[in-house]
């Protein structure tokens, strides 16, 4: 009987559905799902460099035609 084995783990997972409830554990898995999503999201946008809006391209350029 080590940490492999199914029957320990069947056990493992009765004791804490009956410590937790489902309802509480349902909650626990949303959020932790939502966590590693959010996390990858956060990932996904630091490695893409950022893109300059127009806006912010064109008031560059008219202030340094003021300044020439």
């Known amino acids: 009987m080590g ?9 493992v997972l ?5 410590v937790f409830g489902t ?3 349902r909650n ?14 956060g990932l996904d946008k630091g ?3 950022e893109i300059t809006k127009k806006d912010d391209v064109t008031e560059h350029q008219s202030n340094t035609d003021k300044q020439a």
């Open 28 to 41: 626990v898995g949303k959020d932790l799902g939502g966590a590693i999503h959010d996390f990858k999201e």
């Open 14 to 18: 009765v004791i804490v559905v009956l």
């Open 23 to 25: 309802k509480k554990l």
């Open 47 to 49: 490695s893409k460099p």
């Open 3 to 11: 940490l492999t084995s199914i029957s320990h783990w069947l056990i």
